[in-house]
Nanobody, 127 residues
């Protein structure tokens, strides 16, 4: 099992930036594919970005391409989501998630493929 703790959320105005961090513990981080999800009130939890074990494969939701960037530091057991040019529609609770895998290049995008989740961090973007 992997324990995940997100941080870095907050309230910003449209056009602003935030950097979310997710600290992982409990398992060798380099064996884990990671993802960032978000859930707005009344909506389903959806993938925002994902990154492979080796950090070279990534996935982005179309609406965040060019604005968000996912990265990981296996030495620090952490994954990050740099968010720029934030829009009100980015408002949601953001979760990081982990999936153990033997595949170093696999990018995991489906919610039910992830086994471990953080508690979430709120991001609020005002217009």
């Amino acid at each position: 099992q992997v324990q995940l703790v997100e941080s870095g959320g907050g309230s910003v105005q449209a056009g602003g930036s935030l950097r979310l961090s997710c600290a992982a513990s409990g398992r060798t981080f380099s064996t884990i594919a990671m993802g960032w999800f978000r859930q707005a009130p009344g909506k389903e939890r959806t993938i925002v970005a994902a990154i492979a074990r080796n950090g070279k494969g990534t996935y982005y939701l179309d609406s965040v391409k060019g604005r968000f960037s996912i990265s990981r530091d296996n030495a620090k057991n952490a994954v990050y989501l740099q968010m720029t040019d934030l829009k009100p529609e980015d408002t949601a609770v953001y979760y990081c998630a982990a999936r153990r895998t033997t595949n170093t290049i696999m990018v995991v995008t489906r919610t039910f493929d992830y086994s471990d989740w953080g508690q979430g961090t709120q991001v609020t973007v005002s217009s």
